[in-house]
């Protein structure tokens, strides 16, 4: 008798899901601290929450490598160039605001970015690249981070 074997789960692991969520925490408080703190704390708020949102974009890209390098068959090339283009366009939006102009605009590159990502998502789903319940973590976070980051910018 052989060994059975070992089942894919359906959805991603509780920790997946609970510490994701989690990390909308830091988005949430700085949009509080802009809309209900004192101004003076809004371009620091705006600076903080430019460096997180850009931060979560390069991880995304991150992830998308790692989810391509795990598989055991030929990935299209065009998901190297996906997993790459997180990195650069977080490094160019806080690049722009590191030289002097309002994090402003840079929130809504990278929180559009965000938003974005779920095209390279539902592909990597639909190619099979990525886990079973990928999609379900995946949506609801990229929509919260990517509308918090362009909300920011909206009120710095």
């Known amino acids: 008798m052989g060994r059975a074997l070992p089942t ?6 509780s920790a997946a899901r609970w510490l994701g969520f989690a990390g909308l925490a830091p988005q949430i408080l ?3 601290v802009i809309i209900a703190g004192p101004a003076r704390f809004g371009p620091a708020a705006g600076g903080a929450a430019l460096a997180y949102s850009g931060a979560i974009l390069s991880f995304l890209g991150g992830a998308w490598w790692g989810l391509a390098s795990h598989r055991q068959t030929d990935v299209h090339w065009g998901v190297w160039i996906a997993a790459v283009t997180p990195s650069l366009i977080a490094f160019a939006a806080i690049g722009v605001w590191a030289i002097g102009l309002s994090a402003g605009r840079s929130l809504l590159v990278i929180g559009a970015s965000l938003i974005a990502t779920l095209v390279i998502d539902h592909k990597l789903a639909a190619s ?20 918090l980051t ?7």
């Open 8 to 13: 894919e789960p359906r959805t991603l692991p």
């Open 128 to 147: 099979g690249v990525s886990p079973p319940g990928w999609l379900r973590l995946r949506v609801p976070l990229s929509l919260g981070l990517g509308s």
């Open 150 to 156: 362009i909300l920011i910018a909206i009120l710095s």
């Open 30 to 32: 700085l949009a509080v």
